[in-house]
T-cell receptor, first 108, second 113 residues
Framework: RKEVEQDPGPFNVPEGATVAFNCTYS??????FFWYRQDCRKEPKLLMS???CGNEDGRFTAQLNRASQYISLLIRDSKLSDSATYLC?????????FGTGTSLTVIP | DTGVSQNPRHKITKRGQNVTFRCDPI?????LYWYRQTLGQGPEFLTY????????KSRLLSDRFSAERPKGSFSTLEIQRTEQGDSAMYLC???????????FGSGTRLTVV
């Protein structure tokens, strides 16, 4: 079983829409959780950490459900510049485990 | 530039040749990681260092792969007798503490022909 499972999409949404991605993880001992953004042919960049109490950064909200072992990312009021691949990341300590990424395209 | 630096950006090599990549992490980061990424996949862990000590290696890292971080600063990843399946983006990342988000370099794109 993979450490991290993500729906690869693609998600094609109109500008201004709200879109949500989920990601499940298999290791209940996982300690830290992140969302990364990766643009085409570029390196992944940290978007936000995911905390047990949830956290928000502008239009982006991340949540963690330890009981069900999933994390989520909500993007409100989508912009064209949000088009990218979103990778969820889980770590029990040491190496990070990346999902395959979810592709988002925001359409004008 | 205080980010993670990787060289070269691109490498094309013939099957069977050896290649070496270099990574210079953010100077105050003592943890350094190597990942490999192929199209449509997330990055796959290869190995990581804390200072000069190599603490973990993936099963993906065959005997043809070796990584070093001799002085706890820059790191090199060498692939011997390259195969076409080695073609990928090789990403280096560093972090200051465990469980902190990584900062990635721009990667080295390897093409084995």
């Amino acid at each position: 079983r993979k450490e991290v499972e993500q729906d690869p999409g693609p998600f094609n949404v109109p500008e201004g829409a709200t879109v949500a991605f989920n990601c499940t993880y298999s290791n209940s001992a996982s300690q830290s959780f992140f969302w990364y953004r990766q643009d085409c042919r570029k390196e992944p960049k940290l978007l936000m950490s995911v905390y047990s109490c949830g956290n928000e950064d502008g239009r982006f909200t991340a949540q963690l459900n330890r009981a069900s072992q999933y994390i989520s990312l909500l993007i409100r009021d989508s912009k064209l510049s949000d088009s990218a691949t979103y990778l969820c990341v889980v770590t029990p300590g040491g190496q990070f485990y990346f999902g395959t990424g979810t592709s988002l395209t925001v359409i004008p | 530039d205080t980010g993670v630096s990787q060289n070269p950006r691109h490498k094309i090599t013939k099957r069977g040749q050896n290649v070496t990549f270099r990574c210079d992490p953010i100077s105050e980061h003592n943890r350094l990681y190597w990942y490999r990424q192929t199209l449509g996949q997330g990055p796959e862990f290869l190995t990581y260092f804390q200072n000069e000590a190599q603490l973990e290696k993936s099963r993906l890292l065959s005997d043809r792969f070796s990584a070093e971080r001799p002085k706890g600063s820059f790191s090199t990843l060498e692939i011997q007798r390259t195969e076409q399946g080695d073609s990928a983006m090789y990403l280096c990342a560093s972090s200051a503490r465990p469980n902190y988000g990584y900062t990635f370099g721009s990667g080295t794109r390897l093409t084995v022909v």
